[in-house]
């Protein structure tokens, strides 16, 4: 996928955003496995704000969804683009954990029980990720399956 393709994709769904927890933007298969990409309104709205939405670096990490969650390879130390889980365990705690943790899994009646609603699972069975690009981090939650996963994005975040 190019960063044109990523670009349109986006734009096909997102006057859905606003009418559905989220909505899947497309679907990749790597090693016979599927992940469907699925963004959320509020991803759009915190990217606008920030003046990131479609940006270079936004379609970037989008397009890095075709490197697929690899489980064995769920925790990157470092420089590595992809797909990696995000823990409680890092100290001190980073942005990252603060904005998928603190201000979005550990809310109640919010949008993680709308996404776990939705998907059909218990919200302690999504798994908090990040989709990574050198430039920025799009972070959201992952529901794990044998034969395909959903990733559902929420946020950003760009700290170095």
């Known amino acids: 996928m190019n960063l044109s393709k990523a670009k349109l994709l986006i734009e ?11 909505v ?7 090693d016979g496995k599927k992940l469907h990409l699925a963004i959320t309104n509020n991803l759009r709205n915190k990217c606008r ?3 990131i939405w479609k940006s270079k670096q936004f379609l970037t990490a989008i397009k890095n969804t075709e490197y697929g969650f ?15 889980i995000l823990t409680r365990n ?3 705690k980073n942005e990252m954990m603060k904005k998928i943790f603190d201000r979005f899994l550990d809310k109640t009646g919010d ?10 699972i218990s919200k302690l069975d999504l798994i908090p990720v990040r989709l990574v690009s ?7 939650v992952l529901k794990h399956d044998t034969n ?3 990733l559902v994005l929420v946020d950003y975040d760009d700290t170095k």
């Open 70 to 84: 690899d489980p064995v390879k769920a925790q990157s130390p470092g420089g590595s683009d992809g797909i990696f």
């Open 90 to 92: 890092y100290k001190p």
């Open 49 to 51: 704000k920030a003046r």
């Open 111 to 120: 949008l993680a029980d709308e996404i776990a609603k939705e998907l059909r």
């Open 12 to 22: 096909s769904k997102e006057n859905e955003l606003s009418k559905s927890v989220y």
């Open 24 to 30: 899947i933007v497309h679907t990749f298969e790597r």
């Open 134 to 140: 050198h430039h920025l981090r799009l972070l959201g």
């Open 148 to 150: 395909s996963n959903i």
